[in-house]
């Protein structure tokens, strides 16, 4: 009955060690924002792994002639502007890291984006911080 308690304990100790490791890792990994099935946009708010930090990159996932794209704007300073697309890569392709530095705390907007030709159709608009 003892050694059962003392498993049950020990299991519960491990379990518990696994979830808040799960939880630190994950909270590391770029942020993923979908871009309506056609690819994803991902922001990178602290360096993790050789990733940079305050960085945005766009990936295009679909092979249907359309670029994918992300602009960053921040809230309090609109000349902190980055923009990421695809335009003139095939399927497939994701964009390097754009980077630059942004204060701790700054609130951004990522707004997303899909098209050609310089048409640019809504996706979506995730709002984060750096």
């Known amino acids: 009955m003892r050694t059962n308690r003392k498993l049950r ?25 979908p871009i309506d099935g056609h690819g994803t946009a991902y922001w990178q708010a602290d360096p993790s792994d050789g990733t940079p930090g305050d960085a945005l990159r ?15 704007t921040t809230y309090s300073n609109v000349t902190h502007r ?31 984006q899909y098209g050609k030709g310089g048409e640019w159709v809504a996706a979506d608009v995730a709002y984060l911080t750096a």
Not at 58 to 72: E, H, K, Q, S, Y
Not at 85 to 102: E, F, I, V
Request: glycine letters at 12%; charged letters at 15%; one cysteine or more.
């Open 58 to 72: 766009v990936c295009d996932t679909n092979a249907d002639g359309l670029a994918v794209r992300a602009v960053l």
């Open 9 to 33: 304990a020990a299991g519960a100790v491990t379990a518990g060690l696994a979830l808040a490791l799960g939880v630190a890792t994950s909270a590391s990994a770029a942020t993923a924002i």
């Open 82 to 112: 980055r923009e990421v697309d695809t335009a003139g890569h095939s399927a497939g392709y994701c964009t390097p890291w754009k980077t630059g530095d942004l204060p701790e705390g700054t609130k951004v907007m990522i707004s997303t």
